[in-house]
């Protein structure tokens, strides 16, 4: 439930109020739709409002070493939080992003990324790379 206060200091004002997804907003809110990560492919997204979060979904063919890299841009002492959840919705790690690369190693199987941000609206890359295969 939300709920919209609007005032003004006229007396009358016509105003119009829209709700929806903004057109920029191309990446998934939840973890159901959820965009695709292609590997070795940098994504350019961007965090479009207060509260938004990016949804990715990672498809691990096999038990492998990865990285997740990010980069924010124009950042200023905002900051980019990470979170990847199994396919079940367990969160397993957590990390603050910007200009980062985090290395983890992932059973095969299907994982989720959520991206966040400190910061009202951000634009930043997120790329994911197998770094060894055949993990033992």
């Given at each position: 439930?939300?709920?919209?206060?609007?005032?003004?200091?006229l007396?009358?004002?016509?105003?119009?109020?829209?709700?929806?997804?903004?057109?920029?907003?191309?990446?998934?809110?939840?973890?159901?739709d959820?965009?695709?990560?292609?590997?070795?492919t940098?994504?350019?997204?961007?965090?479009?409002?207060?509260?938004?979060?990016?949804?990715?979904?990672?498809?691990?063919?096999?038990?492998?070493?990865?990285?997740?890299?990010t980069?924010?841009?124009?950042?200023?002492?905002?900051?980019?939080?990470?979170y990847?959840?199994?396919?079940?919705?367990?969160?397993?790690?957590s990390?603050?992003?910007?200009?980062?690369?985090?290395?983890?190693?992932?059973?095969?199987?299907?994982?989720?990324?959520r991206?966040?941000?400190?910061?009202?609206?951000?634009?930043?890359?997120?790329?994911?790379?197998?770094?060894?295969?055949?993990?033992?």
């Amino acid at each position: 439930v939300f709920y919209l206060r609007v005032t003004s200091s006229l007396v009358t004002a016509d105003y119009t109020v829209e709700i929806g997804k903004s057109e920029e907003d191309k990446v998934g809110d939840t973890q159901a739709d959820a965009t695709e990560m292609k590997y070795d492919t940098p994504v350019e997204e961007k965090i479009n409002y207060s509260g938004d979060a990016d949804w990715f979904k990672i498809d691990a063919p096999y038990k492998c070493g990865y990285t997740i890299r990010t980069v924010g841009k124009n950042m200023g002492n905002g900051a980019m939080f990470l979170y990847l959840y199994s396919e079940k919705g367990t969160l397993i790690s957590s990390w603050q992003g910007g200009d980062t690369n985090k290395y983890l190693v992932l059973e095969k199987g299907v994982f989720y990324l959520r991206v966040t941000s400190s910061l009202v609206t951000v634009d930043y890359t997120v790329e994911i790379r197998k770094v060894e295969e055949d993990v033992k």
